[in-house]
């Protein structure tokens, strides 16, 4: 008795499988209409729930499995819905336009203007004028009293401004050379020399006149006797170019007079 009702136990938990299975595969065909999903792949998902359904012990109550089908079958729903391929952002198109930042330019600096430097003067060459007669300021004789050193400066700074010489003549009215040196100067030929390249200046040392001395020995330092006339020549600048008291005076005629001032002019 005990094993008829075990079978007939068996077979009704067989029946209540069966029917769960055939309501579970209608239930999820009735899902895949719905979403749109058919074919194999539902049957693959209705062999997997069938298969994932367990029997029931054969000692079971004959109401117990139904909850279980009925959670199975409302499971699969789910699970067939959550096999939507889910959507993908768009990624941004490689072709979409990318603002470019312009590139910096740099102006550049103005080269400052290039100068040149102004040409260093030059002192302008003198120009020598034509001789005139009697403008070397020679006068026969020696004058008593005279400034000789204010004749002196005056003759310098004429010749700084014209390129010539001066010619300092140390003598005395008395002296018989300082005559014969006069009458030499006073030719034509040695007087054109004069006029041409010296300024001259006639001093007097035989009236014993102490500034008139004083000035010979500022050009002629050396000792011994003044012999008479003395010459001396200097240039604009004041300076000594040469002096006859230390080399000896040129013979009194007018080739010599005349070699003497031609090779100081």
């Excluded at 792949?41 to 029931?56: F, G, H």
Aim: hydrophobic share 40%; glycine share 10%.
């Amino acid at each position: 008795m005990a094993a008829h009702r075990r079978k007939q136990r068996t077979a009704g938990l067989q029946g209540l499988v069966r029917f769960s299975a055939v309501s579970l595969t209608v239930a999820s065909a009735a899902v895949a209409t719905a979403c749109g999903v058919g074919g194999p792949k539902n049957d693959a998902a209705q062999n997997v729930s069938v298969a994932a359904a367990p029997d029931a012990p054969a000692d079971q109550e004959t109401g117990a499995p139904a909850p279980m089908a009925v959670a199975t079958a409302s499971a699969s729903p789910t699970a067939a819905a959550t096999s939507i391929p889910p959507t993908t952002r768009p990624s941004p198109s490689a072709s979409s336009p990318v603002a470019e930042r312009p590139a910096a330019t740099t102006k550049a600096a103005p080269r400052p203007a290039r100068t040149t430097a102004a040409p260093a003067p030059t002192k302008p060459a003198v120009k020598k004028s034509a001789p005139v007669s009697g403008s070397s300021g020679f006068t026969s004789g020696y004058p008593t009293g005279a400034d000789a050193r204010g004749a002196v400066r005056a003759a310098v700074a004429a010749a700084e401004a014209d390129g010539k010489k001066v010619l300092i003549d140390f003598g005395a009215n008395w002296c018989g050379n300082c005559k014969a040196a006069d009458r030499v100067f006073a030719t034509s030929g040695v007087g054109a020399l004069l006029d041409a390249s010296y300024h001259v200046v006639k001093v007097d040392i035989g009236s014993q006149d102490s500034g008139a001395f004083g000035l010979l020995r500022d050009y002629c330092s050396g000792e011994g006797a003044y012999k008479m006339p003395v010459l001396v020549v200097l240039d604009g600048n004041g300076n000594v170019v040469t002096e006859t008291h230390s080399t000896g005076n040129p013979e009194l005629t007018e080739t010599g007079l005349g070699a003497f001032l031609r090779k100081w002019a």
